[in-house]
């Protein structure tokens, strides 16, 4: 029952800004972390960002000086501003939430993995 939507990509220009979000609905539970993954056509999907709940921010080293992840309040929420956009950040972005749900007294654990279905970004030369 859990969804996660993003919502935020579009068609922007080369050096311009957007801003993600994703919001995760119908969970029981809050996540341990969240983050943004992409993928353009022809390529791998890549790790853009993630956020623990603690706050700890990890950025692959392409993004890490334009994007910036952000989680705000108790929502499962999660932010993804983008600034000095490039061409070859065309892709589209996932939104994705990691959780380790107890499922009974002893502490066993189930854990969980959900993903969006993706915003597109296009950025244009």
């Known amino acids: 029952q859990v969804q996660l939507v993003e919502s935020g990509g579009g068609l922007v220009q080369a050096g311009g800004s957007l801003r993600l979000s994703c919001i995760a609905t119908?969970?029981?539970?809050?996540?341990?972390?969240m983050g943004w993954y992409r993928q353009a056509p022809g390529k791998q999907r890549e790790l853009v960002a993630v956020i623990t709940s603690g706050g700890t921010t990890n950025y692959a080293d392409s993004m890490k000086d334009r994007f910036t992840i952000s989680r705000h309040g108790a929502e499962n929420t999660v932010y993804l501003q983008m600034n000095s956009l490039k061409p070859e950040d065309t892709a589209v972005y996932y939104c994705?939430?990691?959780?380790?749900?107890?499922?009974?007294?002893?502490?066993?654990?189930?854990?969980?993995?959900?993903w969006g279905k993706g915003t597109l970004v296009t950025v244009s030369s």
């Open positions: 119908g969970s029981r539970f809050s996540f341990n972390a």
């Open positions: 994705n939430a990691k959780a380790e749900v107890v499922v009974n007294v002893e502490g066993a654990v189930r854990r969980m993995d959900y």
